[in-house]
T-cell receptor
Framework: DAGVTQSPTHLIKTRGQQVTLRCSPK?????VSWYQQALGQGPQFIFQ???????QRGNFPDRFSGHQFPNYSSELNVNALLLGDSALYLC?????????????FGPGTRLTVL | GQQVMQIPQYQHVQEGEDFTTYCNSS?????IQWYKQRPGGHPVFLIQ?????EVKKQKRLTFQFGEAKKNSSLHITATQTTDVGTYFC?????????????FGSGTKLNVKP
C-alpha cells in the first residue's frame, strides 16, 4: 500500500523564479491538502483539493496556486518566488468518504530560495 | 482569525520522567488532532479527539479534549528516547474536510537517556 509521495525531495531556486511541486496521495485517497512549514514552525495550511477543485484556502497570496488531476495527484505552483518562500512543503492526503479527518503526510519537498 | 497556541516550546526531560504539552485555541474547535514529527521527518498522525471532555489513551500517551473544546493536552508517562520529536496539535473549526486545519507551533521534546 503506497503512502503519500512527493517530488522533488529538494529544490533550489532564485528569487523571481517559478516552481512546481508534485504529490501523489495514499492509495485510495481522493483529497489532497498542501501545507508550508517554515523552520521551527508548525505547518500552515495553503489549500485543499477535492474532485479537481480548490475547496478551501489558507492565508496565502495568489502566487500560490494548485491543481488536482483525475488520478487525484496534485501540483503546487508558486510564482515570483521570494526568499520567505523557503520552507518544507508538505502534502497530506485523506479520504472524504471515510467520514474521518485523518491526514497522511508525505515526506515533503524542501524548497530553498536564494 | 483562528489561532492555535501550544506550550511549552521546548521540553527537556530525563528518560523515565513524564511530559505534557498543552494546546489552546482562540475559538471553539470541532475536533483536534495530534501529530508527531521526528527530526528531519514529516508529521505523523497520532490521534483525533472529537467529543467535549474526551480522553483517549495510546499506551503511555494520554490525550484530552477540553469541555469547551478550546483546549487539549498530550501527556506521556515515563518517557523513552523513542519519544524524541516535535508534537503538534491541529485544530479544525468545521467538520470533515473542506475545512482548514490550524497547527500549533509545536513542542519539541528531548529525552536524555
Amino acid at each position: 500500500d503506497a503512502g503519500v509521495t512527493q517530488s522533488p525531495t529538494h529544490l533550489i531556486k532564485t528569487r523571481g523564479q517559478q516552481v512546481t511541486l508534485r504529490c501523489s496521495p495514499k492509495s485510495g485517497h481522493d483529497t489532497v491538502s498542501w501545507y508550508q512549514q517554515a523552520l521551527g514552525q508548525g505547518p500552515q495550511f495553503i489549500f485543499q483539493y477535492y474532485e479537481e477543485e480548490e475547496r478551501q484556502r489558507g492565508n496565502f497570496p495568489d502566487r500560490f496556486s494548485g491543481h488536482q488531476f483525475p488520478n487525484y495527484s496534485s501540483e503546487l505552483n508558486v510564482n515570483a518566488l521570494l526568499l520567505g518562500d523557503s520552507a518544507l512543503y508538505l502534502c497530506a492526503s485523506s479520504l472524504l468518504a471515510a467520514n474521518t479527518d485523518t491526514q497522511y503526510f508525505g515526506p515533503g519537498t524542501r524548497l530553498t530560495v536564494l | 482569525g483562528q489561532q492555535v497556541m501550544q506550550i511549552p516550546q521546548y521540553q527537556h526531560v530525563q528518560e523515565g520522567e513524564d511530559f505534557t504539552t498543552y494546546c489552546n485555541s482562540s475559538t471553539t474547535l470541532s475536533n483536534i488532532q495530534w501529530y508527531k514529527q521526528r527530526p528531519g521527518g514529516h508529521p505523523v498522525f497520532l490521534i483525533q479527539l472529537v467529543k467535549s471532555g474526551e480522553v483517549k489513551k495510546q499506551k503511555r500517551l494520554t490525550f484530552q479534549f477540553g469541555e469547551a473544546k478550546k483546549n487539549s493536552s498530550l501527556h506521556i508517562t515515563a518517557t523513552q528516547t523513542t519519544d524524541v520529536g516535535t508534537y503538534f496539535c491541529a485544530g479544525q473549526e468545521g467538520r470533515y474536510n473542506f475545512n482548514k486545519f490550524y497547527f500549533g507551533s509545536g513542542t519539541k521534546l528531548n529525552v536524555k537517556p
